[in-house]
């Protein structure tokens, strides 16, 4: 562990692959994109540094992108990215707060419940990673 680093914070360090997407409609409780296979990558670094890449692998079109790099610290029972590039430019320079659960190998992040820009309607999100 990092000296200053608590032992949540060094429970993230190392590379982690994503595992799982959960997606649903808020309103409904419909499930969004239960057909749709998904790849990623997040780097948790011990002097402060992140980094993501989720790839959206669509049948019948190129793969969607998404990745940012940043700063990123616990805070409580959340972890914070501070984005300092993104692929989607409205991203660069914002907060992406995620709420986080270990278990095991596993590490689940969950956004907060907002508008989600893929389907323009109010979801709650998690994303599944295991530990490399």
Do not use: C
Not at 50 to 72: C, L, Q, S
Not at 103 to 131: A, F, M, Q
């Amino acid at each position: 562990m990092t000296a200053g680093m608590s032992a949540a914070d060094a429970r993230f360090l190392g590379s982690w692959k994503l595992v799982g997407v959960n997606r649903e409609e808020v309103a409904t409780g419909r499930k969004l994109d239960t057909d749709l296979q998904q790849t990623g990558y997040i780097s948790y670094t011990p002097d402060g540094r992140m980094m993501v890449m989720i790839a959206r692998h669509f049948p019948d079109k190129d793969d969607e992108i998404t990745a940012y790099a940043g700063n990123w610290r616990v805070d409580g029972d959340s972890v914070i990215h501070d984005v300092e590039m993104a692929v989607r430019a409205p991203w660069k320079g914002t907060r992406q707060v995620r709420g986080y659960r270990f278990e095991g190998n596993r590490l689940t992040l969950s956004p907060p419940v907002s508008e989600d820009y893929i389907h323009g309607s109010v979801t709650r999100r998690s994303l599944e990673w295991e530990k490399l």
